[in-house]
């Protein structure tokens, strides 16, 4: 089952990510202990990104979990506050990231991330299109935590 809901993330990520025109997607999730934590991306870049954020504790997905709003980074190498150096080093390739906040029933649950390994600025049309995505994300997670527990043996809740 975690498989099949791992192989679905990873295609609705790589669905999203072509849909929006950028290198790739990622997914951070809040833990039981409100932390972001990296749950999915496109591909090693992807992964590399939210790696490093949550090593790091700081990022673009952690600064728009923390403000409830978009964050998006021309250049995630430029010094603060306009980009995370200390995260970069860390992300390679990944320059440009829109890191959108995922909000379930008006809880923050964690933040979808699009980025670009080119310098990008994000317009409004873009952030937009992110938090449309970002809304489509939650759905996809919700009809995955349903047949999670509509698979529940017998007798079990």
């Known amino acids: 089952m975690a498989s099949d809901a791992s192989s679905v993330l990873e295609n609705v990520l790589t669905g999203m990510a072509g849909l929006f025109g950028v290198d790739g997607a990622a997914l951070m999730l809040l833990d039981t202990q409100d932390r972001l934590r990296a749950i999915g991306a496109t591909d090693d870049d992807g992964v ?8 790091v504790g700081d990022g673009p997905a952690i600064a728009s979990a923390a403000s409830g709003g978009f964050v998006a980074i021309q250049d995630l190498h430029a010094d603060r506050p306009l980009g995370f150096p200390h995260v970069a080093v860390h992300a390679l390739p990944v320059r440009a990231v829109l890191s959108v906040p995922l909000i379930e029933g008006g809880e923050l649950i964690g933040v979808l991330d699009f980025y670009a390994r080119a310098g990008h600025v994000w317009d409004r049309t873009e952030v937009e299109a992110g938090y449309r995505l970002g809304e489509l994300m939650v759905i996809v997670l919700q009809v995955l935590a349903e047949n999670r527990t509509d698979r529940a043996p017998s007798g079990q809740l």
Not at 48 to 55: I, K, M, T
Request: net charge negative; charged share 25%; aromatic share 0%.
């Open 48 to 55: 590399l990104l939210e790696s490093a954020q949550e090593h």
